[in-house]
Nanobody, 125 residues
Framework: QVQLVESGGGLVRPGGSLRLSCAASGFTLDYYSIAWFRQAPGKEREGVSCISSSDGSPYYADSVKGRFTISRDNAKNTVYLQMNSLKPEDTAVYYC??????????????????WGQGTQVAVSS
């Protein structure tokens, strides 16, 4: 059974940092890419970043380029999202997801099959 579990969310001040984790079970990250999405209240779910399992290539939405870094630890079957220089507009529930492929499709929710339950990130002074 495929399961994705996010952790690491919380409340942080503008300019601060958080690291989110996505622990996978039921499949190995050696063969499946993982993405991060976020959804703010009243808004559509937005793709943030994806890391390919085939070559480790990362992809980022323009809104987070230069601030967020995605990485993976295959030995721990875990993907991380390091978020720096956080802004109030980064406030959202963050989800990890997998398309069930080794490459990263477009960062749109219908391309992704497996989802975690989400972790809340709040950026506020």
């Amino acid at each position: 059974q495929v399961q994705l579990v996010e952790s690491g969310g919380g409340l942080v001040r503008p300019g601060g940092s958080l690291r989110l984790s996505c622990a996978a079970s039921g499949f190995t990250l050696d063969y499946y890419s993982i993405a991060w999405f976020r959804q703010a209240p009243g808004k559509e779910r937005e793709g943030v970043s994806c890391i390919s399992s085939s070559d480790g290539s990362p992809y980022y939405a323009d809104s987070v380029k230069g601030r967020f870094t995605i990485s993976r630890d295959n030995a721990k079957n875990t993907v991380y999202l390091q978020m720096n220089s956080l802004k109030p507009e980064d406030t959202a529930v963050y989800y990890c997801a997998s398309p069930g492929t080794s490459w990263c499709p477009r960062l749109v929710k219908y391309e992704y099959t497996y989802w975690g339950q989400g972790t809340q990130v709040a950026v506020s002074s």
